[in-house]
């Protein structure tokens, strides 16, 4: 699932005109409006990209953007986080949409997980992505949840980062200055932890269209449908012979970020097979152990997914 | 079950409701959205509480500086432990039939030390729960963290912490039990099995959470409490032995719960807290818990380590069993019902469907700092019966005889009862034999294990797992009575009947989301002989309705059920003496039927209950003088010839483990069991269902996961792994119907029944697939980690 995992409303201190981190409480009239559970904050929905710069460097690291608010709001209900401002970027025109140009595929931030699995150019052009997406939490959370945040937030368990990665995709980044384009690989940092500046909006995610012959895998292991998975990946190659060209595979839920396996990619590449594949995996992962299990268990389950999915990508599954 | 004047059993009544599916009468409400939880309700001048709780899961309070809290917005009133001591006294989790058995004195809010992360130590009341919350975070707390005691298998060590020093040492209470020649028993064994199982700690996950709003009204010094809860009138006998409170002073009233489980029939400090703010601050107060308060807090369940051992001859006769258990149960025993009840039932309870006569068990209850555990669902029960039908199935295994067979050997015959079980627990009536033999025909079994036969060969991994259960239903003062706690296990109901021949009934049992109330309108109905569309249950307030002890150990049809069908005798029987009168026809040759007044032997027509209503309430002058119409009867019940109404069953489920990832996959469950007499096949069959779903969560999801400081480590819905729909079997379920002769109506229980026997069959069927691979399961829940260590792959 992506970081967004509950279905969070929340009625407080809804003010477009309260003059953010002062404060002051904004009330709504009535005792009880002001539910549990999420610390004061201030609220902007801005209309305009320029207005959305204004916020950011005004508020600096005070200042949070709500997108699909799948995660975010799950965390400030629980009081994990508490940001000054919450800027609500689902009236920013432009942000929403998935549109071919030449080469590229230009998903934008704010497209819900809903439509990007139905966006004719996904379904045409990136299986990757219209497999990942069913795996993704409920129905609900995929109505509001945004393929922005979910990169934006780079929960090393979610599926979206990993297939950016394995796709090769590159972000775009946007300030007051212009754009700047980042690739996948450089663009996750670290748990929860990317190279976006507190003045920078993640705008949209540019996809190359895939070389002909191009297969898409992906499959996670999750307790429940719908959890984060203990492990999961997501690959995308064209098949070459007993080799491949231009294999990816993403692993997910296996560290502190989504992780490309070079070593195991390139075995298969020169047409090692899968066993040899697997072993060379251990060079390529290094999982802590998590609720789910322990780096060993979570080794284990990253050389059997690498068989299954390899697998079936070879067979045309 | 017996007939009644009338020649009539209770199955014959015309116009009976009994064993039918009919629809619940609160279902349209709920659904509609109109049901009324605690947090529905909004009283004027209501504030909200928030707790400090204890990060730590041992502490000493050294101070707390409550300054910055109580100035902040919105604040009423800040109250430490020690403030609070003086309005509310504590109590001790003991009972006098558990010998030995000790607990410490516990305080709404903690005063010197906090011994569970999560413990309550300084509450905030506040206009508005999230000025609460934002108070809360201002509260600065000097705390000295302690050495704690967390692994139950360390509790009892001489270099381990001790939680409370007053008491020597962490053992809570032992039970020792020896019955018959067991040494005896194993020495001339064919066949000796062992094994030690683990049973992981979970708890309830009620969709509502634990809710209170107690409303002290200082004028009419009457204390109004509205309660998510099962007992009320448990409650009100608390509050005021707690509070120094009047009996008259005390109103507690359960109207709606979301699910409560065995988790809202505790006394909670949090909850005494909030009633003892109402109290000081003389206006209502709400407490309603976060999830992750839900999760710290809630009362958690099972976490047994249980040695187990059992002696076969060699045709696979059961000859003698011995278990050692071993359970942590947080820091106090719980009041009132105490922490030492499901050990005491897992000594009760292993070997309880089978002949064997030699047994020995010892069970120790430890205290540890992690969130207090007490009663939930089927105490004790999945974790005797995964112990007993584990041994059993590892005895089949050695001595190659099938598991349905080496079952059909050993259960008690149908034809030998009454009997006892080698514990003594002593049973009325079971019929495991019809029971199995019903389960087999249901799956087809002969054909399932050809089916895993066929799909081994290709590699596919299945198995089929058997659990063989008796379960403990109706219970007599037995359970907590005797030992002093002041829990009824008697019920009442009370009927009026109204002048246009409507009958509300008034009835100490509640409602839980689990449809007693339509149980009880099926049963009045019947009973009184008028449409139950014409009758209206009234629980959940110890103001309206006769004392009882509400919900618990399945006994709400059974003895709410009974109670409720001698009051609608003895309605009608009055409706009939005053029929007879007006009608100039003995009493006996009428009978009420449909809401009428009807001649017994041909059901024609006499009189429409309306009629006679009119005449009763409106002209009684008509009435020939002498005769008094009494419309309104109090009928009580409490079972005596058996200190609890068994019942039993059988499950089976059929899985299919994946050896390469530890998951496992739920193809299908099945269950038979007998409750006696099925009162409405529909609600019976969803107890059971619900019940095996819980379950299938402690088998292979729920846990409540500690590190070794004793944090808890997965409070929220995302990281405690309730059962989903998605991965839930197809369950089938049918029934043995073998009547209590204790009642009328000869229901017994059936609320835990699926989820007693559901752990053993899901862990007995996962062994069955691994048998072939060599790789066995002992612990719960068997998460795909358990099982890829099972296998030796990681």
Known sequence: MTGGDRQVFNN????????????????????????VKAPDFAYERPESLDQVFDLLERHGDEARILAGGQSLLATLNMRLSSPGLLVDIGRVP??????????????????????LAAAPPVQAHLPLLARAVPHIAHPAIRNRGTIGGSVA?????AELPACCLAMGATMVLASRGGERRVAAADFFQGLFRTVLEPHELLAAIEVPVPPAGSVAGFDELARRHGDYAIVGLAAQGVPAGAGWQGLALAFFGADDRPVLATAAAAVLA??????????????????????????????????VLLGRVVGAMAEGR | MSADETGLTFLDRPNSYIGRSVPRPNARRLLQGRGIYVDDLKLPRMAHVAFLRSPYPHARIRGIDTAA???????????????????????????????????????????DRACWAGEAICAVVAASRAEAEDAVALLAADLEELPAAVEMERALDPDETVIHPDLGDNLAFERLLDVGEVDAAFRDAAVVVEETFQVGRHTGVCLEPRAILADWDAGEEKLTVHHSFQAPHMMQDILCKHLGLPEASVRVVCKDVGGSFGIKVHIYPDEMATVALSLMLKRPVKFVADRLESFTSDIHARDHRVKGRMAFAADGTILAAEIDDLT????????????????????????????????????????????????????????????????????????????????????????????????????????HQAALARLVEMMDYPALRAEQAALRARGIHRGIGLATFVEITNPSAAFYGVGGARISSQDGCTLRLNPQGGVVAAIGVTEQGQGTEAIVAQVVATAVGVPMEQVRVVTGDTDATPYGGGTWASRGAGIGGEAAWQAGKALRQNVLVVAGAILQADPASLDLRGGRVVDA???????????????????????????????????????????????????????EVDPDTGFVRLLRHWCVEDCGTVLNPQLVDEQIRGGIVQGIGAALFEECRYDRTGQFLNATMADYLVPMAAEMPDIAVAHVVSPTLSSEIGAKGAGEAGTAGAPAAVINAINDALRPLGARVTSQPASPEVILRALGRV
């Open chain 2, 69 to 111: 809290a109580k100035a902040a917005p919105g604040v009423f009133a800040v109250v430490t432990g020690a403030e609070m001591a003086r309005v509310c006294t504590p109590w001790v989790g003991v009972l006098g039939h558990f010998k030995g058995l000790k607990s410490a004195p516990q305080y709404p809010l903690a005063i």
């Open chain 1, 94 to 115: 432009g942000l929403a949409g998935v549109a071919r140009a030449g080469q590229t595929i230009r998903i934008g931030a704010m497209t819900r997980h809903c439509d």
């Open chain 2, 328 to 431: 942590g149960i947080g820091p106090y025993s719980v009041y009132p019902r105490t922490s030492a009840v499901e050990a005491n039932q897992v000594v009760n309870l292993v070997g309880g469907p089978y002949r064997h006569r030699n047994y020995r068990a010892r069970a120790r209850v430890v205290f540890q700092n992690k969130t207090p555990m007490c009663q939930y669902r089927a105490v004790g029960h999945p974790i005797a019966v995964m112990v007993t039908e584990g041994l059993v199935d590892l005895g089949a295994a050695r001595l190659d005889i099938d598991p349905v067979e080496i079952r059909r050997r050993n259960v008690i015959p149908d034809d030998a009862h009454p009997s006892t079980a080698a514990s003594g627990i002593r049973f009325e009536q079971l019929s």
């Open chain 1, 270 to 303: 020169e047409g090692g097979g899968i066993a040899a594949a697997q072993a060379a995996l251990d060079r390529d992962l290094d999982p802590p152990g998590d609720l789910n299990g322990d780096p060993a268990t979570k080794r284990h389950l990253a050389r």
């Open chain 1, 153 to 157: 937030l780079a929960d090393p368990a």
């Open chain 1, 12 to 35: 407080r201190t809804i003010n477009k005109n309260a003059a953010p981190l002062n404060g002051d409480r904004a009330r709504i009239q009535g005792e009880d409006t002001r539910k």
């Open chain 2, 601 to 655: 032997a041909t059901g024609t027509e006499r009189m429409p209950l309306a009629e006679l209503g009119r005449i009763a309430y409106f002209r009684p002058d008509t009435l020939p003088p002498g005769l008094q119409p009494e419309f309104v009867v109090t009928r009580h019940y409490v079972p005596k010839d058996y200190p609890f109404a068994f019942t039993n069953g059988v499950q089976a489920a059929w899985v």
